[in-house]
């Protein structure tokens, strides 16, 4: 099983701050992606990234995928209370018997404070 | 509109009492996948579905069954619901099987969530 360590758990903030969200793991992936969830929805996709040592840029939000494609970041400059919600990554199986899976970390709850 | 429809979205049972949670996407995905959230445990995979009569284990499969007849339905089945069972399931369709390179992001659509409570 790939497992996916995803930190922190928890960030509480105030309007203006920057923020990084970490994913970790010893398995590589195939490609990693981030998803957004909103209270009472289901995830939606914020970006997906393919190539190790890839970033990629959302308006303030930056993504980067790791040289090995085993770990993979997100940063958030000024944050916005529009912000706030669960952030998700999920890393797709390399091949094998992992082809199909998608594992998830365990989320970060994000609070931004006006 | 484009999106995937789960069934019920709410449902309180007892144990033992069989039940399946319905899921139809209507914008003719391959890949179709369920989802339980639990907290502090983020999304765990129950089954996939690569295509029709296609389906494979995820990582906490035990307790569940799973079909794939036509393209758009992927039902969960739970033949004998006991408590920790209990929880948020998401069934997520995707035009192509995540993992596959770009430029196919792979892209999972979710839908609402079904709430399962069992007693």
């Known amino acids: 099983t790939q497992l996916l360590e995803q930190s922190p758990q928890f960030l509480s903030i105030q309007e203006g701050e920057n923020l990084t969200v970490y994913c970790n793991s010893s398995?590589?992936?195939?490609?990693l992606q981030w998803y957004r969830q909103e209270p009472g929805e289901g995830p939606v996709l914020l970006v997906t990234?393919?190539?190790?040592?890839e970033v990629k840029k959302l308006k303030r939000l930056t993504f980067q995928f790791g040289d090995a494609r085993k770990d993979s970041s997100l940063h958030i400059t000024a944050a916005q209370p529009g912000d706030t919600g669960l952030y998700l990554c999920?890393?797709?199986?390399?091949?094998?018997?992992?082809?199909?899976?998608?594992?998830f970390g365990q989320g970060t709850i994000l609070t931004v404070h006006p | 509109e484009a999106q995937v429809t789960q069934n019920p979205r709410y449902l309180i049972t007892v144990t033992g009492k069989k039940l399946t949670v319905t899921c139809s996407q209507n914008?003719?995905?391959?890949?179709m996948s369920w989802y339980r959230q639990d907290p502090g445990l983020g999304l765990r995979q129950i089954y996939y579905?690569?295509?029709?009569?296609?389906?494979d284990k995820g990582d906490v499969p035990e307790g569940y069954k799973v079909s794939r007849k036509e393209k758009r339905n992927f039902p969960l089945i739970l033949e004998s619901p006991s408590p920790n069972q209990t929880s948020l399931y998401f069934c997520?369709?995707?035009?192509?099987?995540?993992?596959?390179?770009?430029?196919?992001?792979?892209?999972?659509?979710f839908g609402e969530g079904s709430r399962l409570t069992v007693l």
């Open positions: 997520a369709s995707s035009y192509e099987t995540p993992g596959i390179a770009a430029p196919n992001t792979g892209e999972l659509f």
């Open positions: 398995s590589v992936f195939s490609s």
């Open positions: 990234v393919v190539t190790g040592g």
């Open positions: 999920a890393g797709a199986g390399a091949g094998g018997t992992s082809y199909g899976k998608l594992t």
């Open positions: 914008m003719n995905h391959e890949y």
């Open positions: 579905s690569m295509n029709v009569e296609v389906t």
